[in-house]
């Protein structure tokens, strides 16, 4: 925050007025479903995006970051599009849908600081928009809900950005809590909170260190994918979305779908949503072993059925399969590369990251980064 403080000086000439801090996210089960209308159980996690900002009297949007060399000065427009591929098109998204929902707003001087690893699917977009959607309403006193802040930052991700995420990630990162998982119905938006308790184990991060660079295209094939399974499945049923049909049903209607990439799609969904209800009654009742094993089943059906995995994420689990002290293991986030989480003996985790790091070299040629984590806070300002 110091380092970040100095800069803002060194940039504006002056000292910041505020700082806010909005976490990243992982997804301990449940993926691929939240645009699919599922129940999702994610947490937020320390590590995200800062911002020092203050306001400025020119009616000019300045953005910085000290991660990127890229910069912009927005003169306050009615409303604004997306330029190239730049860093500031998130925050300039939430800015722009602010301005089209009538709010007046006012010239801002804002230097950006994010440590969350780029390209790990630990939801550093979903990080950036609710941070800025959180330091919009509290700088110019909109009193809008932080579940109102998921609903917008999706919009940008979804119309600004072009990417048919659902809603899961900004929903998390605006509403996480310390040691527990959310437990989030992605068509009502209803939800609670469970407590994360793992006994002896942790969770620890895995990050394959392969970035996600086909991720948004793949992504969108998905999504695709999953309402052409739907528009077949719905001439026998009523269902709205994929995840409002159990395993039996499916059982019974999937000849409907007569095409075999499509029913592997549509049986990950509704089985990945099966499985998060079951997660969260082995979380609650405490039983771990089970959940490990939900995350297994879970990653086995994104590596066969929805087809997201990818060497690097299973070879990671591959390892924690036959590694004693880990009791579960899956990739987390939209695939292609990206994050695996563990759940791992705490008194395990050194030997555990030597062996996971000399298979993975073995394996892939580079070195993975392990870190444990714990459930944490969702948006908040942070006081010097
Ligand atoms: C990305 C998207 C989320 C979700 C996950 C997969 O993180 O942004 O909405 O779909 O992938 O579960």
């Not at 998921?150 to 995420?165: D, H, P, Q």
């Not at 998060?276 to 009742?285: E, G, K, N, R, S």
């Not at 924690?320 to 563990?342: N, Q, S, W």
Request: glycine share 8%; net charge negative.
């Amino acid at each position: 925050m110091d380092e970040l403080i100095k800069e803002f000086r060194n940039r504006f000439h002056k000292g910041p007025e505020r700082i806010f801090f909005c976490p990243g996210r992982i997804n301990l089960i449940g993926e691929h479903i939240d645009y699919n209308g599922g129940t999702v159980m994610p947490c937020a996690i320390s590590l995200g995006t800062y911002l020092a900002v203050s306001r400025n009297i020119d009616k000019c949007f300045r953005f910085q970051c000290l991660n990127f060399p890229e910069t912009a000065d927005l003169h306050l427009q009615e409303s604004y599009s997306k330029t190239g591929k730049q860093w500031f098109n998130y925050p300039l998204g939430v800015i722009n849908y602010f301005l089209q929902e009538g709010h007046d707003l006012s010239g801002l001087d804002m230097l950006f600081y994010g440590n969350l690893p780029i390209g790990a699917g630990l939801s550093s977009s979903a990080s950036i928009e609710v941070l800025t959607a959180f330091a919009l309403d509290e700088i110019f006193q909109k009193g809008i809900s932080r579940k109102a802040m998921a609903i917008l930052s999706r919009k940008v991700e979804n119309e600004f950005i072009g990417v048919n995420c659902g809603i899961m990630d900004q929903f998390t990162v605006a509403m996480g809590r310390r040691k527990t998982a959310l437990l989030l119905n992605c068509d009502t938006l209803d939800y609670e909170y469970l407590p994360f308790e793992t006994g002896a184990y942790i969770l620890v991060i895995i990050n394959s260190n392969k970035q996600r660079k086909l991720a948004d295209s793949k992504y969108n094939e998905r999504f695709t994918e999953c309402g052409a399974a739907l528009k077949l499945l719905k001439q026998g049923s009523g269902i709205n979305n994929l995840c409002e049909m159990s395993i039996a049903e499916f059982e019974l209607k999937r000849h409907l779908i007569n095409n075999p990439v499509l029913e592997k799609r549509a049986l990950h969904v509704i089985s990945e949503n099966a499985r998060v209800a079951d997660a969260a009654i082995a979380l609650q009742t405490g039983d771990l072993e089970v959940f490990g094993k939900l995350m297994y089943a879970s990653h086995q059906s994104l590596r066969d059925l929805y087809e997201v995995s990818g060497k690097e994420l299973d070879t990671i689990v591959d390892f924690c399969r036959t590694y004693r002290g880990c009791i579960g293991a899956r990739m987390t986030g939209a695939g292609f590369g990206g994050c695996a989480i563990a759940l791992i003996k705490e008194d395990q985790i050194d030997d555990f990251s030597i062996k996971l790091t000399g298979y993975y070299r073995k394996q892939i040629g580079t070195a993975p980064d392990i870190f444990a984590s714990e459930p944490g806070e969702g948006v908040r300002e942070l006081k010097p």
